[in-house]
């Protein structure tokens, strides 16, 4: 990791500390004091105000065989175009090679700048109103590009049938039929009611252990997106009901459009599509654990996925959501 480090062109000290990630390995990494040009440029520009520490870098070492170096790079840019719009997001620094991302050891890694923030506690209707704001100029961003190596949602890089057949010899014997029929007429309300057309550049993942906060004396504080290692051709509403704290979320949902409405019209039919993707993601969930098993930090983090409990909640939970949309 830190040989990474020092061939991407930053001085390490030595100081580092994994931090959490089940898909990636992901460190914060303390640099000495001038070891990178972007380092001095913050340096000498003291007086304004900063997004994130000069002397840490957030390395991500992506998992092997997951994404493409192709589809990195696409995140990557989507990311410096986020930026250049003024969207607060961490976007990858440029290394030694000229590029945002360098292969060390058969690894992609790419480094990103320390945000100064934290993970809000929660968020109030001022707060919704303002990510509401971000949001809209993701999307608007996200509107005028379209992904060509990036998953679809539903479609890439696993569709939801393949997932299903991936899933069944994992599911408990008792659960395994009910558990089919439900994913069956989860699936075939997606084809119906899902336009696919609406699609478009979107976040993916985006909940609120998400966002960062930042406070700002005498001002609003703000708020940053990170994470953006799913982001995908989708629908807008994707990236909104994940941030809803309950199913009751008239409140959060009204606040969040005032503040995205303020910049960009939303597509209202699409709040109808919010439980097939709960649904969806509940699949691709179970699917993504069953294909990392063999990672030795899976059984620890999930030891309940071989439980038949583990699977009657997940039957019950999909039954819900065709029952409701029935």
């Known amino acids: 990791m830190l040989e990474a480090t020092e061939s991407a062109g930053m001085a390490p000290t030595g100081e580092f500390t994994q931090l959490n990630s089940y898909e990636n390995r992901v460190f914060d990494i303390r640099l000495e004091p001038e070891g990178t040009a972007a380092e001095k440029k913050a340096e000498a520009s003291k007086d304004e105000p900063r997004d994130h520490q000069s002397d840490r870098v957030i390395a991500k070492f992506y998992r092997p065989g997951r994404w493409t170096k192709e589809c990195i790079l696409e995140e990557h840019r989507f990311l410096a175009s986020l930026q250049a719009e003024g969207l607060h997001v961490a976007a990858p620094l440029m290394q030694n090679n000229k590029s945002t991302l360098s292969t060390h050891q058969g690894i992609h890694v790419a480094f990103f700048p320390k945000v100064l923030g934290r993970m809000p506690q929660e968020l109030t209707l001022k707060d919704m109103e303002q990510v509401g704001r971000q949001l809209a100029i993701l999307h608007n961003v996200g509107a005028k590009i379209r992904f060509q190596q990036r998953p679809i949602l539903g479609e890439t890089p696993h569709d939801p049938w393949s997932n299903l057949d991936f899933l069944i010899p994992w599911i408990a014997p008792e659960m395994r039929k009910r558990y089919i029929d439900a994913a069956e007429e989860l699936f075939s309300a997606l084809q119906q009611t899902i336009d696919f ?46 941030l809803f704290s309950s199913a009751e979320f008239k409140e959060e949902q009204d606040s969040l459009m005032k503040g995205y409405e303020s910049l960009r019209r939303f597509p209202h039919e699409q709040w109808k599509w919010i439980p097939l993707l709960r649904g969806l993601r509940i699949i691709n969930y179970a699917a993504w654990i069953a294909r990392r098993w063999s990672d030795p930090s899976f059984p620890r983090l999930f030891p309940l996925f071989k439980e038949y409990n583990y699977w009657a909640e997940e039957v019950e939970a999909l039954e819900k959501i065709i029952w409701s949309f029935s």
Do not use: K, T
């Open 197 to 242: 057309e609406s699609f478009q550049a979107i976040h993916g993942d985006c909940h609120r252990g998400n966002i960062l906060y930042r406070d700002q004396i005498g001002q609003d504080g703000i708020f940053f997106f990170v994470d953006f290692d799913d982001c995908m051709q989708g629908p807008v509403v994707q990236d909104f009901w994940m």
